[in-house]
C-alpha cells in the first residue's frame, strides 16, 4: 500500500471533519494537509506557508465556494503550473447543478463529487468520482 | 368630426333631400292639373263651338224647308235654336280668354242676330194671311232671298266658324304638348330626386358602416388578442368616440403588458429566489445531519433512550425539512429548467412510470388509447408521476385500482387519473394545489406538500388547467387538460 499525500482545499469546519471521517475509515497510509482557502493552500504548495511547509500532493479534494480565491480561480492557477498540472483533481460541492461544474470540467478536473463523502455508498455505483477516489486511494 | 355629428347631419341631408322631392312633385302636380284644365278648357269650347254651329245650320234647314213647303213643323228646329243659342254663346263667351276669339264670337252673334231678324220677318210675313203681308212676303222674298242676303250672312257666319275652330283647334293641340311636357317633367324630375335620395341614403349608410362596423371589428381583434396575451395596439386617425375607445383599449393593453411583464419578472424573480435560498439551506441542514450522525457512531453506547429518542426527532425534522427544500427546488427549478420538446408516446411513458411508481396490489387500466405528441416530456412525465403516486399514497385498500383516460379536444387532450383511494373533502379541493398543503398529519406520512403544486406549476406554464373532483372516501379524479402542440412563451 503506498503512501498518499492529500490536499483538502475546504472552508467549512463541518464539511472538513466529514471527509476526515470518511478518510480515517479507509484502511490506506495517508497524510492530510488542510487550506481554507486557494491563497493557502497555494501558498503550501509553494512553500510558502508560515511554517514553511511544501508539500506535494497526489491528490487534491477542493471546494469550489471559498474566500479569497475561490476554487475555480485555484483550478485556474495550478493547471497553468507545469509541476503541478498533474496533480489529479477533485472537486467536491453541494449540487450537482452548480453553474461552476462545467468551468471546473473544462479546466481539466479529474471528477466531481457531492458532498457529504461518503465511501460506503460510492460501492454502489462503480461510475461515480466518489468511487474513482477511493481506487486512486486504495491502489 | 364626431359620429354623433356625422350621423345627425347624414339623417338632415336625407330629410332635406326627400323634402325638396315633396315640394317639387307638389309644384309639378299642380302644373300638370293647371295644364289639364286648360286642356279641358279647350275641349268645351270646342264642342260647343259645333254644336252652335250645327244648331245654327239645322235653323237655316228648317227656315229653308218651311219656306219651300209651307209646312210648319219644319220650323221645329228653327225655334228649338233660336232658345237653345243664346245661352250656349253666353257660356262660349266665358269660356274663351282670347280677345280674338271674343271678337270672333261677337261677331257670330250679330250675324246671327241678323239672320234671325231676317228669318223672322219671312216667317211672320209668311205665316199672316192677310193681303199686305202677302205681298210684303213677295216683296222681301224678291229683294233679299233671291238677292242670297240669308246665305251671305250664313257663309260669313261659316267662316267665322272656320277660323274660331281653326285657332281653338291649335289651341288645344299646344296645350296638349304642354300637359305632356308638364307629365314628362314631372316624371323626370321625381325620378331624378328619387335617384338622388337613394343614392344619398346609400352613400351615407355605406360610410357610416364602414367608419363604424371596420374599426369595432378592429377593437374586438385587439380585445380578442389582449385576452390571449398578445398585448397589441391600434391605430386609428378618426377623430370622434371610437377613437377614444380605442385609445382606451390601447391604453388598457399597454398597462396590461406593463403589469404582464412585471409580473412576470417578479415570478421569475421569485423562482430564483427560492432556488437560491433552498439551494444554500440545504448546507447548514447537512451539517445537522452530518453531526447527528456522528453522534451516533462516536458515543452510541453511552447515550441514554431519552437523548436517543431526541436525536431520533431530530434526524426526523432534519429528513423532513431536507425534502422540503428538495421540493422547493424541484418547484423552482421548473421554471429555470429550460423547455425540450420531443416526441412522447403517453401510453408508453404510463407504462414505464406504472412500473416504477406502483406496487403490485394495485391494479393500473388505461381506459383508452392515449396519444402521441410532440411536447416537452419532462415536464408531462412529471405531471403523470406526481398524479399517480399520489393516487397509490391515499389509498387505504388492500387492491387499490387507477384509471387513466384521454380524451381529444381539437387544440388540446383531457386526460383524468381516477382512484379509489381516500378522496378529498371539497373544501380543500383548492387547497390542495399551493406549496407545503398536505392534508395529512406532519410525521404520519412521507408527504411534503410539494407534487400537486408543481403539477400546476407545469400545467400553468402550459396554459392548461386542472381540477379535482372527488368527495371523502370514494376516490379521487384529477382531470387536466395538456396542450397539443408545443406552447411559446
Not at chain 1, 480565491?69 to 503541478?84: A, D, T, V, W
Amino acid at each position: 500500500m503506498n503512501h498518499k499525500t492529500i490536499l483538502l482545499v475546504e472552508d467549512d469546519y463541518l464539511d472538513v471533519t466529514s471527509v476526515k471521517r470518511s478518510l480515517s475509515k479507509l484502511t490506506i497510509d495517508y497524510e492530510l494537509h488542510i487550506a481554507h482557502n486557494g491563497v493557502d493552500a497555494l501558498a503550501l504548495l509553494n512553500g510558502n506557508s508560515p511554517d514553511g511547509t511544501k508539500i506535494k500532493p497526489d491528490i487534491i479534494i477542493l471546494d469550489l465556494n471559498m474566500p479569497k480565491m475561490n476554487g475555480i480561480e485555484f483550478l485556474g492557477i495550478i493547471k497553468n503550473y507545469y509541476s503541478l498540472k498533474n496533480i489529479k483533481v477533485f472537486v467536491m460541492t453541494t449540487s450537482s447543478e452548480d453553474y461552476d461544474r462545467v468551468t471546473a470540467e473544462n479546466l481539466g478536473i479529474t471528477g466531481y463529487i457531492l458532498k457529504p463523502l461518503d465511501f460506503e455508498k460510492s460501492k454502489d455505483f462503480p461510475n461515480s468520482s466518489t468511487y474513482q477516489l477511493m481506487s486512486e486511494l486504495l491502489n | 368630426m364626431t359620429i354623433r355629428f356625422k350621423l345627425f347631419t347624414g339623417i338632415i341631408i336625407l330629410i332635406s333631400i326627400f323634402a325638396i322631392d315633396f315640394f317639387v312633385n307638389q309644384r309639378l302636380s299642380k302644373e300638370v292639373v293647371k295644364n289639364t284644365s286648360y286642356l279641358n278648357n279647350s275641349e268645351t269650347i270646342i264642342r260647343n263651338s259645333n254644336i252652335i254651329s250645327k244648331l245654327m245650320i239645322d235653323m237655316q234647314s228648317g227656315l229653308r224647308g218651311y219656306l219651300l213647303t209651307d209646312q210648319q213643323d219644319f220650323l221645329i228646329t228653327y225655334y228649338e235654336g233660336l232658345k237653345s243659342i243664346p245661352p250656349l254663346l253666353r257660356e262660349q263667351h266665358n269660356l274663351v280668354n282670347s280677345s280674338r276669339q271674343r271678337e270672333r264670337l261677337d261677331s257670330i252673334n250679330l250675324l246671327h242676330t241678323e239672320w234671325i231678324d231676317y228669318s223672322n220677318s219671312l216667317i211672320t210675313t209668311k205665316k199672316d194671311t192677310l193681303p199686305e203681308a202677302s205681298a210684303r212676303y213677295k216683296e222681301l222674298f224678291e229683294k233679299k232671298v233671291k238677292a242670297r242676303f240669308g246665305k251671305r250672312l250664313n257663309d260669313a257666319i261659316r267662316d267665322l266658324f272656320q277660323d274660331f275652330d281653326g285657332y281653338e283647334y291649335r289651341r288645344r293641340q299646344e296645350r296638349r304638348v304642354i300637359l305632356q311636357k308638364s307629365i314628362d317633367d314631372t316624371r323626370q324630375i321625381s325620378l331624378i330626386l328619387t335617384f338622388c335620395s337613394i343614392m344619398m341614403a346609400l352613400v351615407s349608410g355605406l360610410y357610416i358602416i364602414r367608419l363604424i362596423t371596420s374599426r369595432i371589428a378592429k377593437m374586438v381583434d385587439l380585445a380578442e388578442e389582449i385576452s390571449k396575451g398578445n398585448f397589441k395596439s391600434i391605430n386609428d386617425t378618426q377623430q370622434d368616440e371610437l377613437r377614444r375607445l380605442s385609445e382606451s383599449l390601447n391604453t388598457m393593453s399597454a398597462i396590461l403588458e406593463k403589469n404582464f411583464k412585471e409580473l412576470q419578472k417578479k415570478n421569475k424573480e421569485l423562482d430564483e429566489f427560492a432556488y437560491v435560498v433552498s439551494h444554500d439551506l440545504k448546507a447548514p441542514l447537512r451539517g445537522i445531519d452530518n453531526i447527528t450522525t456522528w453522534l451516533e457512531e462516536d458515543h452510541g453506547k453511552e447515550l441514554t433512550p431519552d437523548v436517543k429518542k431526541s436525536i431520533d426527532l431530530i434526524k426526523g425534522r432534519t429528513k423532513r425539512l431536507e425534502n422540503m427544500i428538495n421540493g422547493l427546488l424541484d418547484y423552482a427549478r421548473i421554471g429555470k429548467v429550460k423547455r425540450g420538446f420531443e416526441k412522447v408516446a403517453v401510453g408508453e411513458m404510463i407504462n414505464e412510470l406504472v412500473e416504477l411508481l406502483v406496487p403490485p396490489n394495485f391494479t393500473v387500466n388505461i381506459l383508452n388509447k392515449m396519444p402521441v405528441l410532440t411536447t416537452d416530456k419532462l415536464h408531462i412525465e412529471q405531471v403523470f408521476a406526481n398524479l399517480i403516486s399520489n393516487a397509490v399514497k391515499y389509498n387505504n385498500k388492500v387492491v387499490g385500482r387507477i384509471d387513466i383516460s384521454a380524451s381529444d379536444w381539437g387544440d388540446f387532450y383531457e386526460f383524468i387519473v381516477q382512484d379509489d383511494g381516500i378522496g378529498i373533502q371539497s373544501e380543500y379541493h383548492e387547497k390542495i394545489f399551493t406549496i407545503f398543503q398536505t392534508l395529512q398529519e406532519r410525521d404520519a406520512f412521507e408527504s411534503t406538500g410539494v407534487g400537486l403544486a408543481i403539477v400546476k406549476k407545469i400545467l400553468e406554464d402550459h396554459k392548461a388547467t386542472i381540477k379535482v373532483e372527488s368527495k371523502l372516501g370514494k376516490g379521487t379524479a384529477f382531470i387536466f387538460t395538456w396542450p397539443k402542440y408545443p406552447v411559446t412563451e
